[in-house]
């Protein structure tokens, strides 16, 4: 967590604030005394990846920093226990190194373990789940100090409100989740024309491990991205502080895109042809990596995002009738539409709780309004009982939410319960959740 100036942004700029204290424990008695000792809001804001205001506040922020690396690893049982601030870019080599992996992880590596996990965080695959659904335990520090080991079978309700909680029942120190052997994907990328992509949909899901692809709505091509097992043979993995610098490192292409984006705002006669030429770009070859290698994808060009997840069935119609708003619309943005697929799960608070999904990911340049895009497509997700990526942005109300998210009073009920002076409520999760 980086601090200028006595203030904190997230990742994306658009979250900013000044907090009163920022605390640095070593070790968990620590973090126990001071969580304990000082007055709300408490947040933790992890590396700041976030789109909305959940880690903003003008109270005390938590800085996890020392709460990072493997404690313990098991390959007999595939399962691994990190604290809960290590980064994902470092999990992966960690579990390689013990012969292990995690089964998914999205496009992105810079969040913390922490922050994927209370945000429901996902990747792709019609038979994988998100983060939180693969916790097997877990160990947080309440409002009151007290330290809380959490199972299916020890403090159950707990478990299953709190692997997806944002924070709100306290502050995660340690996160056991499931893995399975270290294993090896081969990365496919081709071109279909938006209509052959739609007739094939259905084939591409459900005969490959992982499909997305990524649709410019200006363009009528989709750039689609498989993955699957290989035994073919795989470059030696790179060092984890390699895999550290990866995920910002900007290329050539990069600083192309992010200086068409600078002049799309001015320019929005270049929207047509920007997006053909993006979409003929963005393919690339055909590459064998091992999982935690061959997952995230370096994202310099900073944006904010938007993901909602809809039920699968209606995922074609929803991403169709998005398109066609921003097309008649005439909206300006410089960013493809990204969508995925993910299995249902049991969290309370998951987007896909008991529900199969398809989720549609829309973005816009960090340096431009999001009232419009974000506005419009949302309006089409409410339409087809869209649940927000609770890290993304989304303007539902505590009712809305009530209705889409069937545990959603039990939830407060219980974090009332925990928390019941909301110390880890700031005004944001305060009117969603109070």
Not at 18 to 29: A, F
């Amino acid at each position: 967590m980086k601090l200028t100036g006595g203030k904190w942004q997230n990742w994306s700029r658009g979250v900013r604030c000044t907090p009163k204290t920022v605390i640095r424990p070593k070790e968990e008695v620590e973090l126990a005394a001071a969580i304990r000792a000082t007055e709300g809001p408490v947040r933790v804001p992890g590396s700041g990846h976030s789109f909305t205001p959940l880690c903003a506040s003008e109270g005390t922020l938590v800085d996890l920093s020392a709460f990072t690396g493997l404690m313990s690893a098991d390959p007999t049982h595939a399962t691994a226990t990190f604290l809960a601030a290590t980064p994902l870019w470092a999990v992966g080599p960690a579990l390689y190194r013990e012969g292990l992996a995690l089964k998914n992880m999205g496009d992105i590596d810079r969040q913390t373990l922490g922050g994927v996990v209370g945000t429901g965080t996902h990747g792709t695959g019609t038979t994988l789940r998100s983060f939180s659904a693969e916790v097997a335990a877990f160990r947080f520090v309440a409002a009151n100090g007290q330290i809380r080991d959490c199972t299916a079978g020890e403090n159950s309700d707990l478990w299953a409100a709190g692997r997806c909680s944002l924070g709100m029942l306290g502050v995660m120190t340690e996160i056991k989740i499931n893995a399975m052997p270290a294993y090896k994907l081969v990365e496919h990328s081709f071109l279909l024309s938006s209509e052959e992509a739609f007739a094939q949909l259905d084939t591409l899901v459900t005969s490959n491990r992982h499909f997305e692809f990524f649709w410019f709505p200006y363009a009528d091509r989709a750039v689609c991205k498989s993955l699957n097992f290989t035994n073919e043979p795989a470059p030696d993995p790179r060092p984890a502080e390699d895999m550290r610098a990866g995920g910002e490192r900007s290329g050539a292409d990069a600083r192309t895109f992010a200086l068409i984006n600078e002049v799309l705002p001015f320019a929005p006669f270049l929207l047509k042809p920007s997006h053909r030429l993006f979409s003929q770009l963005m393919p690339g070859r055909s590459r064998v990596r091992w999982s935690h290698e061959a997952f995230p994808s370096p994202r310099p060009v900073r944006f904010n995002e938007m993901e909602y997840a809809v039920p699968r069935e209606n995922g074609p119609d929803c991403l169709r009738e998005v398109v066609a708003a921003i097309r008649g619309k005439k909206i300006n943005t410089g960013f493809p539409i990204e969508y995925r697929t993910v299995a249902a799960d049991d969290v309370w608070l998951s987007p896909f709780y008991q529900r199969d999904s398809a989720t549609i990911a829309v973005h816009q340049y960090f340096r431009v309004d999001t009232t419009e895009l974000f506005g419009t497509c949302e309006a089409i997700f409410r339409r087809y009982e869209g649940r927000p990526h609770w890290g993304k942005r989304h303007t539902r109300s505590a009712a809305e939410l009530e209705s889409l998210y069937p545990k959603f009073e039990e939830f407060r009920v219980l974090r009332r319960r925990l928390d019941p002076d909301g110390k880890f409520l700031n005004p944001y999760l305060h009117a969603l959740f109070e």
